[in-house]
């Protein structure tokens, strides 16, 4: 199934409003978008595959695969106009809530070495959960079919909890392969994230076999302090590199307040002291910029996008995107373009797509693949609309 979709190029007074909207500050001011920007680019959204709650997908380098994770534990492996098959192998998770299977990333040394990553949640004692990394051998010429071989955790949550939300578990390699980043949710406990003896509410940087990375900036930390990159995040959903090699996530902030982050090494930022949201039965919590000495966001969304994912794009089928974020927005329904200026963010546009958007990849030829997030969720090819399906 193609749907075109197409808006006309903004008059100068829908520019203008866009300026407004969302400018580039200065140095130090926070940006908040409180009202959607228009749709400048048109494009063409193909239909090419149906899952049940996928929440992951990665294109598998030097192949015409991708894989795909689907929450409630099974890992799918997809090429298009094949049928779509099931990867043996996977783990067992704590399906639930937010909690279930995550993400799936293959090693930086994937081509050689056929080794791929994956997060999930898995299950404690007494009812609690924490999400955990893992690393198997992905493969595709088993007997009886693709498979996972090997599988190991590397990575755990800590400490388990009871409850089913704010895991993250999102993984991302720096662009020389030689560190793992994953997002720690905190687990809709609130000050974990201000806790260096746990990894909850935190950006973290390891070495790929798991173990903290050398350098960080809480090495001399006992305990979880040796993992941690960033501290002061509450649940992030999206982590990236940027085309200059530097660290971007993206998370849901309260009621109100989502955020896109440049995250520093060593920096606070803010969680729960600030947030430009509210708690949700109403109370009040101190904006980002009643806090200078807390690193305050590139850019803040209030009403929420609820975001899924973020890529910067790097291809060329989109010329004016290159470098720019892409944000899924699963109640915004739709892609929030967004450029960035040193650690500052402008949205652009919004292209509505009419469905919660859980994530988003860059083929190899440019085109855009998303998944719409719950049961009966689409894998859907977005192009622009003059280069047809």
């Given at each position: 199934?193609?749907?075109?979709?197409?808006?006309?190029?903004?008059?100068?007074?829908a520019?203008?409003?866009?300026?407004?909207?969302?400018?580039?500050?200065?140095?130090?001011?926070?940006?908040?978008?409180?009202?959607?920007?228009?749709?400048?680019?048109?494009?063409?959204?193909?239909?090419?595959?149906?899952?049940?709650?996928?929440?992951?997908?990665?294109?598998?380098?030097?192949?015409?695969?991708?894989?795909?994770?689907?929450?409630?534990?099974?890992l799918?492996?997809?090429?298009?106009?094949?049928?779509?098959?099931?990867?043996?192998?996977?783990?067992?998770?704590?399906?639930?809530?937010?909690?279930?299977?995550g993400?799936?990333?293959?090693?930086?040394?994937?081509?050689?070495?056929?080794?791929?990553?994956?997060?999930?949640?898995?299950?404690?004692?007494?009812?609690?959960?924490?999400?955990?990394?893992?690393?198997?051998?992905?493969?595709?010429?088993?007997?009886?079919?693709?498979?996972?071989?090997?599988?190991?955790?590397?990575?755990?949550?800590?400490?388990?909890?009871?409850?089913?939300?704010?895991?993250?578990?999102?993984?991302?390699?720096?662009p020389?392969?030689?560190?793992?980043?994953?997002?720690?949710?905190?687990?809709?406990?609130?000050?974990?994230?201000?806790n260096?003896?746990?990894?909850?509410?935190?950006?973290?940087?390891?070495?790929?076999?798991?173990?903290?990375?050398?350098?960080?900036?809480?090495?001399?930390?006992?305990?979880?302090?040796?993992?941690?990159?960033?501290y002061?995040?509450?649940?992030?959903?999206?982590?990236?590199?940027?085309?200059?090699?530097?660290?971007?996530?993206?998370?849901?902030?309260p009621?109100?307040?989502?955020?896109?982050?440049?995250?520093?090494?060593?920096k606070?930022?803010?969680?729960?002291?600030?947030?430009?949201?509210?708690?949700?039965?109403?109370?009040?919590?101190?904006?980002?910029?009643?806090?200078?000495?807390?690193?305050?966001?590139?850019?803040?969304?209030?009403?929420?996008?609820?975001?899924?994912?973020?890529?910067?794009?790097?291809?060329?089928?989109?010329?004016?995107?290159?470098?720019?974020?892409?944000?899924?927005?699963?109640?915004?329904?739709?892609?929030?373009?967004?450029?960035?200026?040193?650690?500052?963010?402008?949205?652009i546009?919004r292209?509505?797509?009419?469905?919660?958007?859980?994530?988003?990849?860059?083929?190899?030829?440019?085109?855009?693949?998303?998944?719409?997030?719950?049961?009966?969720?689409?894998?859907?090819?977005?192009?622009?609309?003059?280069?047809?399906?």
């Amino acid at each position: 199934m193609v749907v075109p979709m197409r808006m006309s190029v903004l008059s100068s007074l829908a520019a203008a409003c866009l300026a407004l909207a969302g400018c580039p500050a200065a140095a130090g001011d926070n940006v908040i978008v409180t009202s959607p920007t228009p749709q400048i680019t048109e494009v063409t959204v193909t239909d090419e595959a149906t899952f049940n709650e996928p929440w992951a997908m990665t294109f598998l380098p030097g192949s015409a695969y991708a894989l795909i994770t689907e929450k409630a534990g099974k890992l799918k492996l997809w090429r298009k106009d094949r049928p779509v098959r099931d990867v043996a192998g996977a783990p067992a998770v704590a399906y639930g809530g937010q909690g279930g299977f995550g993400d799936v990333v293959p090693a930086p040394d994937y081509r050689t070495s056929r080794m791929i990553y994956l997060s999930w949640v898995e299950a404690g004692i007494n009812d609690t959960r924490g999400a955990v990394v893992g690393r198997a051998k992905l493969d595709l010429a088993a007997a009886g079919g693709p498979r996972l071989v090997g599988l190991k955790v590397i990575w755990r949550q800590g400490p388990k909890l009871q409850g089913e939300g704010h895991f993250s578990h999102r993984i991302a390699f720096s662009p020389d392969g030689q560190y793992m980043f994953v997002s720690s949710g905190e687990r809709q406990r609130f000050t974990p994230a201000q806790n260096l003896k746990v990894n909850l509410g935190k950006i973290l940087r390891l070495l790929p076999d798991g173990r903290p990375a050398p350098g960080n900036p809480f090495a001399d930390k006992p305990g979880a302090g040796r993992q941690i990159w960033s501290y002061g995040h509450r649940n992030a959903l999206g982590l990236a590199f940027d085309t200059k090699g530097q660290l971007w996530d993206l998370e849901h902030g309260p009621k109100g307040g989502d955020e896109l982050n440049f995250v520093k090494p060593g920096k606070n930022y803010g969680w729960p002291l600030v947030s430009n949201g509210d708690n949700y039965d109403g109370t009040p919590i101190p904006r980002h910029a009643t806090r200078p000495d807390l690193e305050a966001p590139a850019i803040s969304w209030n009403p929420v996008i609820a975001p899924g994912d973020l890529i910067f794009y790097k291809g060329n089928l989109f010329p004016g995107w290159k470098g720019h974020a892409i944000c899924t927005g699963m109640v915004a329904q739709a892609l929030v373009r967004v450029a960035t200026s040193g650690e500052r963010g402008e949205e652009i546009e919004r292209i509505p797509l009419g469905s919660r958007i859980r994530e988003i990849k860059e083929a190899p030829d440019g085109s855009l693949y998303i998944l719409e997030d719950g049961s009966g969720g689409r894998l859907r090819r977005i192009v622009p609309a003059k280069a047809g399906s």
